[in-house]
Nanobody
Framework: QVQLVESGGGQVQPGGSLRLSCAAS????????MAWYRQAPGNQRELVAS???????YYVDSVKGRFTIARDMAQNMLPLQMSSLKPEDSAVYYC?????????WGKGTLVVVSS
């Protein structure tokens, strides 16, 4: 059983920064890929960033250079540092764990970028 709990969402002005965090509990394997997804109203859920236990990262083009994903294997934490935020970054952000193609989800945290 895997549980994922996100925190750190809120409202921020364009150009601002926000740090999301995900606490993972249960059985976590080093082969699991951890990721952040987001879903804006009317849009499909999209992969924002992912990271393997070896530190290999992926970022969707729209956030490259602005977002940084990290992974604390010892404490099973997954922070996402978001900078230079834009209104189009507004969405519910979900923490996810990908285990051989099976996705486990958190409940999400809302990020609103607005002046």
């Amino acid at each position: 059983q895997v549980q994922l709990v996100e925190s750190g969402g809120g409202q921020v002005q364009p150009g601002g920064s926000l740090r999301l965090s995900c606490a993972a509990s249960g059985t976590i394997f080093s082969s699991d890929v951890m990721a952040w997804y987001r879903q804006a109203p009317g849009n499909q859920r999209e992969l924002v960033a992912s990271i393997t236990s070896g530190g290999t990262t992926y970022y969707v083009d729209s956030v490259k250079g602005r977002f940084t994903i990290a992974r604390d294997m010892a404490q099973n934490m997954l922070p996402l540092q978001m900078s230079s935020l834009k209104p189009e970054d507004s969405a519910v952000y979900y923490c996810a764990l990908n285990r051989a193609g099976i996705l486990y989800w958190g409940k999400g945290t809302l990020v609103v970028v607005s002046s």
